[in-house]
């Protein structure tokens, strides 16, 4: 059996610069990963697809997603069939901004890109995943980086690793086209290029929490409860929502967090992680 993770994505800013005539808007995006999310595994003895884990019923009957997109997407590119059961094990929200699908996606890639003997720097490899989604090329490499373009255009820049995280839902599902859609279509200007990884971050904005409030206004008390958490440093909304995050300046002050959270607010999902 192989196992691949699927960490968790987030925007640290997200700035929305344009509409482009193709539909697609033109990003410019703070890309980071943390250690925790879904998992991938690849059973040669078995057939077909599962979802299991704690957010799998909400996909349980679905005939199609993204990994199995991804599977036969990789097969076609290759050559290569892609016999065995494949099972997702389903540990973030769905429709959470944390780019859950695509990472999915992009752990089915490097899944079979390994039982097959691909490198990662293959470019039918990116092919495959910018032809799934926009986040799935950045979800592939899972690296820190700049995104522009729809977010497919990666430059690499130095991350942050091991500071501490909360992830934060405060219980909704947010679709992704109705936050764009609500876009008040202003250009604010680009993520700072100077400063290290936080220092820019804090210094960028989410262009898409605006509009994520009118879809999903729990996103904004989800926000003002982290404001309150002692040590809580960058307060934000990750992709178009619902998910939102702080990071802390030590590990005991986001579990202090994460405790409080669990006690005050038990119908929200959170985790405890740091920056990979």
Not at 54 to 67: C, R, S
Not at 73 to 91: H, N, Q, Y
Not at 158 to 166: N, R
Request: proline residues 6%; contains cysteine.
């Amino acid at each position: 059996m192989l196992i691949e993770p699927a960490p968790a994505k987030l925007n640290l800013a997200l700035h929305v610069r344009r509409r482009r005539d193709d539909g697609y808007h033109e990003l410019e995006t703070l890309f980071a990963f943390v250690r925790d999310g879904d998992v991938v595994r690849l059973d040669a003895d078995g057939e077909g697809f599962a979802v299991e884990g704690p957010f799998g019923g909400v996909l349980a009957g679905e005939g199609d997603n993204l990994v199995t997109r991804a599977r036969d997407a990789f097969g076609a590119a290759f050559g290569v069939a892609t016999p065995g059961r494949v099972t997702l094990d389903k540990r973030l929200p769905v429709a959470s901004g944390l780019g859950g699908g695509s990472a999915d996606a992009a752990a089915t890639l490097r899944l079979l890109a390994r039982r097959e003997g691909v490198s990662l720097d293959d470019p039918r490899l990116f092919a495959v995943a910018d032809g799934l989604g926009s986040d799935v090329p950045a979800c592939l490499y899972g690296r820190t980086a700049i995104g522009t373009g729809r977010g497919e255009q990666l430059a690499w820049i130095d991350g942050a690793p091991d500071v501490p995280v909360l992830l934060v839902n405060p219980g909704v599902a947010v679709a992704t086209a109705p936050v764009f859609a609500a876009w008040d279509r202003v250009d604010r200007g680009p993520i700072p290029a100077e400063g290290d990884l936080i220092t820019r971050a804090r210094a960028g904005r989410n262009d898409l929490y605006p509009p994520a409030l009118t879809v999903a206004p729990q996103i904004g008390d989800a926000i003002a409860w982290l404001e309150r958490q002692p040590g809580a440093d960058l307060c934000r909304m990750s992709g178009s929502g619902a998910t939102c995050f702080a990071t802390f300046a030590d590990g005991a002050s986001c579990a202090a967090a994460a405790e409080r959270l669990r006690h005050d607010q038990r119908d929200w999902w959170c985790l405890e992680t740091v920056l990979s």
